[in-house]
């Protein structure tokens, strides 16, 4: 095996493995390597990017249940169906922009993005399960309006938008963090698939198949990281990991933003 094809299970792995504990579809991370480490374009690392957090996000799911049940998820529908009424909308709007950027200024806009992100982990990951910060109809035009603005920064950026999602779980509905990690998985499932959807009109899936190997390569990595990630799942204090997490994404923004 090539050292390209080692790098891609190794990386698939490690950030299958962070995705699964915390909720995430592991775009934010696996994007600065993908344009800094395997050298693909801006654009095509956001499509791979995508279609890659899709399968941490429906592994992570059910790798989490032993933790999270699928019945404590499910009765929590309405705020899924609340944030997914914005997101979806913003998940289209957002890959139809993204296709039409020049690749100086996705790097830019990854770059902002990643450091608004790492921002969002701090303030809002560390936070638990409290009184939800708005009830009722504000509740949901709230959801609604923060689900858009994820949708649009998770298409435009290839993430899954857990990293904005589980902060918004927190806050705004009360829940806790690890009820919020597979809340996010719910949301962002049915959001990228609406990315993948807006892609695929402008013929963007090709780097796909140019690129099948590798992505099969990454993508089993992956699988094996989400599934030992919902096992280590509860196990990692959030008062170290996630700072941690904020630092890489710091550091990921400042590659990104020097790359050309």
């Known amino acids: ?91 289209w709007i957002g890959a139809g922009w993204a296709t039409r950027l020049r690749s100086e200024t996705l790097y830019r806009v990854i770059a902002i993005m990643l450091v608004g992100i790492a921002g969002v982990l701090l303030l809002g990951h560390g936070s638990e399960g409290a009184m939800p910060l708005l009830t009722g109809s504000a509740q949901v035009v709230a959801g609604v309006l923060a689900g858009f603005l994820i949708g649009v920064v998770a298409a435009v950026l290839g993430v899954a938008g857990g990293e904005l999602l589980i902060p918004t779980l927190i806050i705004l509905y009360g829940v806790d963090i690890k009820l919020a990690g597979s809340l996010s998985l719910a949301v962002s499932l049915p959001t990228m698939l609406m990315a993948f959807a807006r892609y695929s009109r402008d013929g963007s899936f090709a780097v796909i198949g140019r690129n099948r190997t590798f992505v099969l390569v990454m993508a089993a990595g992956s699988i094996l990281g989400t599934f030992v990630g919902g096992r280590l799942l509860g196990m990692v204090p959030g008062a170290i990991l996630l700072p941690a997490l904020a630092g890489i994404l710091l550091v990921s923004a400042w590659k990104v933003g020097r790359h050309r």
Do not use: C, D, Q
């Not at 390209?4 to 299970?9: K, T």
């Not at 696996?30 to 956001?46: D, Y």
């Not at 499509?47 to 019945?71: D, G, H, M, Q």
């Open 1 to 91: 095996m090539s050292g390209r094809i080692v790098g891609a299970f190794g990386a698939g792995t490690l950030i299958g493995v962070l995705g699964g504990m915390i909720g995430l579809g592991g775009a934010e991370f696996r994007l600065p390597l993908l344009i800094g480490a395997f050298g693909f374009p801006a654009l095509e690392a956001v499509i791979l990017n995508k279609l890659l957090s899709l399968i941490v996000v429906a592994t992570a799911l059910p790798f989490r249940a032993e933790t999270v049940p699928f019945a404590e998820v499910g009765a929590h529908w309405a705020v899924i169906a609340n944030l997914l009424a914005g997101s979806l909308a913003g998940a």
